[in-house]
């Protein structure tokens, strides 16, 4: 792909968060992502370990799939976004 098609690409499929982001960037970045992790099981997400513990580590922590998880989170931000 050309760097045109990558950015047009981007702007019709967003990525707000990926495996290395820690929790609490996630959640600076995007408030309504802890209800979204809250939904998907994971409830810890004012716990100390969200200040260091990326999403992947989370989810190995958890039994999650870090795929999904993502999947779920960019696919629940970007809905929010249009809600307001």
């Not at 981007?10 to 979204?36: K, T």
């Not at 190995?60 to 809905?79: A, F, R, S, T, W």
Request: glycine share 4%; proline share 4%.
């Amino acid at each position: 792909m050309n760097h045109i098609s990558d950015d047009i690409d981007m702007c019709l499929n967003p990525i707000y968060v990926r495996e290395d982001m820690v929790i609490s960037q996630l959640l600076r970045r995007h408030p309504e992502a802890a209800e979204a992790l809250r939904n998907y099981g994971l409830g810890c997400v004012s716990c100390p370990s969200a200040q260091r513990e990326t999403i992947k580590q989370a989810c190995v922590v958890h039994g999650l799939d870090v795929d999904d998880l993502l999947e779920y989170l960019n696919e629940y931000i970007d809905e929010m976004r249009y809600m307001f």
